[in-house]
């Protein structure tokens, strides 16, 4: 390892300095090798590893310096998977920017998403009148914590479909389980297009959101057409968890279609 990183070294023109001592040398190349800017992109800036996706530090037991990949790269997986998910170029559109504010609400609504985003504490939640902007400043949310966290986008309805198509086998264990621990976690449209919920929707929505809610160390955002008193009412253990977590963090527009702005 330190004959590799002083080749690099060398390559670029730095000499070892033979005042030093064996230690002091490697301790040298650690901090060399770590001021080397990389190349790394995703709209990601990591002042740790400066965009290498790794960083090296100096091992008291091996007396040398090891390799790390810095934590970027898990947020930098998310974002890929985002990409991959259609909300990639979503998110380049549905920005705090973007998102207009011609009446008080939206003032408003910019507002709370805002302090949420740059203090996250809690859940976040947008329920209410289709059309309203639920889904941009959610998305815009996620955005920016997508910069700090590892992420995830679940469209209630796809992912909860194949959740339950695949409940026994390994992939959909697998999916459960990442939906559930990750730091970050977006649930768009939550109960999109059903009156009631089926059985099997509350069960796996209790599941997800309980494991969640049990955890402080978890953010969760949710978009939904319902209120919180329509969550309470169709299942009362989700729907207050959900009002509880998201205490100082809501947005509820009841319905109004002048708010739909696109009928407009």
């Given at each position: 390892?330190?004959?590799?990183?002083?080749?690099?070294?060398?390559?670029?023109?730095?000499?070892?300095?033979?005042?030093?001592?064996?230690?002091?040398?490697?301790?040298?190349?650690?901090?060399?090798?770590?001021?080397?800017?990389?190349?790394l992109?995703?709209g990601?800036?990591?002042?740790?590893?400066?965009?290498?996706?790794?960083?090296?530090?100096?091992?008291?037991?091996?007396?040398?310096?090891?390799?790390?990949?810095?934590?970027?790269?898990?947020r930098?997986?998310?974002?890929?998977?985002l990409?991959?998910?259609g909300?990639?170029?979503?998110?380049?559109?549905?920005?705090?920017?973007?998102?207009?504010?011609?009446?008080?609400?939206?003032?408003?609504?910019?507002t709370?998403?805002?302090?949420?985003?740059?203090?996250?504490?809690?859940w976040?939640?947008?329920g209410?009148?289709?059309?309203a902007?639920?889904?941009?400043?959610?998305?815009?949310?996620l955005?920016?914590?997508?910069?700090?966290y590892?992420?995830?986008?679940?469209?209630?309805?796809?992912?909860?479909?194949?959740?339950?198509?695949s409940?026994?086998e390994?992939e959909?264990?697998?999916?459960?389980?990442?939906?559930?621990?990750?730091?970050?976690?977006?649930?768009?449209?939550?109960?999109?297009?059903?009156?009631?919920p089926?059985q099997?929707?509350?069960?796996?929505?209790?599941?997800?959101?309980?494991?969640?809610?049990?955890?402080?160390?978890?953010y969760?955002?949710?978009?939904?057409?319902?209120?919180?008193?329509d969550?309470?009412?169709?299942?009362?253990?989700?729907?207050?968890?959900?009002?509880?977590?998201?205490?100082?963090?809501?947005?509820?527009?009841?319905?109004?279609?002048?708010?739909n702005?696109?009928?407009?």
């Amino acid at each position: 390892m330190v004959q590799a990183l002083q080749t690099v070294l060398s390559k670029a023109g730095i000499q070892p300095r033979h005042d030093m001592t064996d230690e002091e040398w490697k301790r040298h190349l650690v901090d060399r090798m770590n001021s080397a800017p990389g190349a790394l992109g995703d709209g990601i800036d990591c002042p740790k590893c400066l965009n290498r996706g790794y960083y090296y530090r100096y091992d008291e037991e091996n007396a040398g310096p090891v390799m790390v990949n810095c934590d970027c790269m898990a947020r930098r997986k998310a974002r890929r998977r985002l990409d991959r998910s259609g909300l990639g170029s979503a998110m380049r559109r549905m920005t705090f920017d973007t998102y207009q504010t011609p009446e008080e609400w939206n003032r408003q609504i910019l507002t709370v998403a805002k302090k949420y985003a740059a203090a996250p504490a809690g859940w976040f939640f947008a329920g209410g009148q289709p059309g309203a902007g639920k889904t941009h400043i959610c998305t815009a949310i996620l955005q920016e914590l997508s910069l700090r966290y590892p992420v995830r986008y679940m469209l209630w309805r796809d992912e909860s479909a194949r959740i339950k198509a695949s409940l026994n086998e390994p992939e959909g264990v697998a999916l459960m389980s990442e939906l559930k621990s990750v730091p970050v976690l977006y649930i768009d449209d939550l109960f999109k297009g059903a009156e009631r919920p089926t059985q099997g929707d509350l069960n796996l929505a209790f599941e997800l959101i309980n494991y969640r809610y049990n955890d402080e160390n978890l953010y969760t955002i949710i978009s939904t057409e319902k209120l919180l008193d329509d969550l309470i009412h169709i299942d009362e253990a989700i729907g207050s968890r959900i009002a509880e977590r998201s205490k100082g963090h809501r947005i509820q527009l009841k319905p109004d279609p002048s708010r739909n702005w696109r009928t407009k």
